[in-house]
């Protein structure tokens, strides 16, 4: 079975830092793209990063471009997105989605399994 859990989320105030987790069982991690979407309330998910499956090439969404970066640890199955300069419209459940395609996309459909969500919260 496969399982994504994404951890990492909380309350935190504008200026501030997170690192999200998404630990991935279940699949050949290497052969996987991995992305975090997001999703404030009454808004539809939305892409913030993603890394893919080979060069470790990364994506970011133009609004957390400079302050959010993507990483991967293959040994450990892990993939993280260390989030600095949070601001209050960073506010949101955020997913971690794993994808067997190469390179990168914001595309849901593209995505094969997903987490089950971990909320961040900025405070201003």
């Known amino acids: 079975e496969v399982q994504l859990q994404a951890s990492g989320g909380g309350l935190v105030q504008a200026g501030g830092s997170l690192r999200l987790s998404c630990v991935a069982s279940?699949?050949?991690?290497?052969?996987?793209?991995i992305g975090w979407f997001r999703q404030a309330p009454g808004k539809e998910r939305e892409g913030v990063s993603c890394?893919?499956?080979?060069?470790?090439?990364?994506d970011y969404r133009d609004s957390v471009r400079g302050r959010f970066t993507i990483s991967k640890d293959n040994a450990k199955n892990t993939v993280y997105l260390q989030m600095n300069s949070l601001k209050p419209e960073d506010t949101a459940v955020y997913y971690c989605?794993?994808?067997?395609?190469?390179?990168?996309?914001?595309?849901?459909?593209?995505?094969?399994?997903w987490g089950q969500g971990t909320l961040v919260t900025v405070s201003s």
């Open positions: 890394i893919s499956s080979r060069n470790n090439n990364t």
């Open positions: 279940g699949l050949t991690f290497e052969y996987y793209a």
């Open positions: 989605a794993a994808g067997k395609f190469y390179g990168t996309t914001w595309n849901k459909s593209w995505y094969d399994y």
